[in-house]
């Protein structure tokens, strides 16, 4: 009787320290505006808005959408679909224009943080769903969080350079 009561306490305190843990993967005061409303997710406003040329919008969703999938917890890459668009949106392009449009791409993306992250993570359907607004069916949702917790130490995330493929 004694050994089940110490096992019940165990598997409660393990299961509140998970819990615990959990919540603090991002800041709480973020949770409110982590949802898929670009009324009320700045971010996913912020990274859905054209950036004026077409190469270079198409080069910053194509980045998005490969940050999205690697960073964010249980959210898939769908290849196929992003090798489509590039084709589509980029397929005519000649180099120095691409190398260009990559650049302006990259300005835009140059203050990638975690805070970007966590919000786009949330609102992932609405920019990546099977309706997306950027690259629709691009990247499952996963859950909605990113895969690390925060750390105020080192908030801002390097992306990788677009090298057309």
């Not at 996963?142 to 130490?153: A, H, V």
Request: hydrophobic share 40%.
């Amino acid at each position: 009787m004694k050994l089940l009561l110490f096992a019940g306490i165990v598997v409660l305190s393990a299961t509140a320290t998970f819990c615990a843990e959990a919540a603090d993967k991002v800041p709480p005061t973020w949770r409110k505006s982590m949802t898929n409303d670009p009324g009320t997710n700045y971010f996913l406003n912020k990274n859905s808005a054209s950036l004026g040329d077409p190469a270079s919008t198409a080069i910053r969703n194509i980045m998005l959408a490969r940050v999205v999938a690697s960073e964010c917890q249980s959210a898939r890459l769908n290849n196929a679909k992003v090798k489509a668009y590039r084709d589509r949106m980029l397929g005519s392009l000649l180099q120095d224009a691409m190398k260009t449009a990559a650049f302006t791409a990259g300005s835009e993306l140059r203050s990638f943080d975690y805070e970007t992250l966590a919000h786009l993570c949330a609102g992932i359907d609405y920019q990546f769903g099977p309706k997306g607004v950027l690259i629709a069916g691009a990247v499952s949702p996963g859950k909605g969080e990113p895969r690390y917790r925060y750390d105020p130490s080192i908030p801002y995330i390097r992306l990788p350079d677009f090298t057309g493929k």
